[in-house]
């Protein structure tokens, strides 16, 4: 079983629309939790960190469910500029450590 | 966050030869850190380097292929030694956020690096 598992998609959206993503990690002592997004040929950027009790940036809702291991991402209204790969990633062992999944791929159609 | 820059940005390199990837950061970071990417994969980690210390190496990862430097607070540079063309992959510097909470990291462009 993978440490941090995620639908590799693609997820095609229309423009507009709300996407969730959710992913699934084995670890039980992670303690911090992020989404970075990444376009193609690009590095990884930091999108969200998640917080225990959720959080929102504008569009963008994060949960953390702790009791089932898994960490949602929630995209309402989206754009066109949305459309990349979405990589959950939470600490391992150590807080430095990150463990990435694989990535969710969405593209937002017009 | 930090501005971290990479260099080279991308490289064609023969099969038995070595390339050393530099890595720079505009403020002073205690953790820094070494990704793969392969080709439509995620990110794996090679080491985590520390000034002043050796650098801590990930299960499948040995020192004598991926020599890696951290002479100070600012810079690092990671060597792929006798290269082959399994060794294609993105390679990324990250750094840890100092005044970060949550642990986040920052990432370098990455090196692009094909091999022959």
């Known amino acids: 079983r993978k440490e941090v598992e995620q639908d590799p998609g693609p997820f095609n959206v229309p423009e507009g629309a709300t996407v969730a993503f959710n992913c699934t990690y084995s670890n039980s002592a992670s303690q911090s939790f992020f989404w970075y997004r990444q376009d193609c040929r690009k590095e990884p950027k930091l999108l969200m960190s998640?917080?225990?009790?959720?959080n929102e940036d504008g569009r963008f809702t994060a949960q953390l469910n702790r009791a089932s291991q898994y960490i949602s991402l929630l995209i309402r209204d989206s754009k066109l500029s949305d459309s990349a790969t979405y990589l959950c990633?939470?600490?391992?062992?150590?807080?430095?450590?990150?463990?990435w999944g694989a990535g969710t791929k969405l593209i937002i159609k017009p | 966050s930090a501005v971290i820059s990479q260099k080279p940005s991308r490289d064609i390199c023969q099969r038995g030869t070595s390339l050393t990837i530099q890595c720079q950061v505009d403020?002073?970071?205690?953790?820094m850190f070494w990704y793969r990417q392969q080709p439509g994969q995620s990110l794996t980690l090679i080491a985590t380097?520390?000034?002043?210390?050796?650098?801590?190496?990930e299960s499948g990862f040995v020192i004598d292929k991926f020599p890696i430097s951290r002479p100070n607070l600012t810079f690092s540079t990671l060597t792929v030694s006798n290269m082959s063309p399994e060794d294609s992959s993105i390679y990324l510097c990250?750094?840890?956020?100092?005044?970060?909470?949550?642990?986040?990291?920052?990432f370098g462009p990455g090196t692009r690096l094909t091999v022959l």
């Open positions: 990250s750094v840890e956020d100092p005044g970060g909470v949550y642990n986040e990291q920052f």
């Open positions: 998640v917080y225990s009790s959720g």
């Open positions: 403020s002073q970071v205690t953790m």
């Open positions: 380097a520390n000034q002043g210390s050796e650098a801590t190496y």
């Open positions: 990633v939470v600490t391992g062992d150590s807080n430095y450590q990150l463990i």
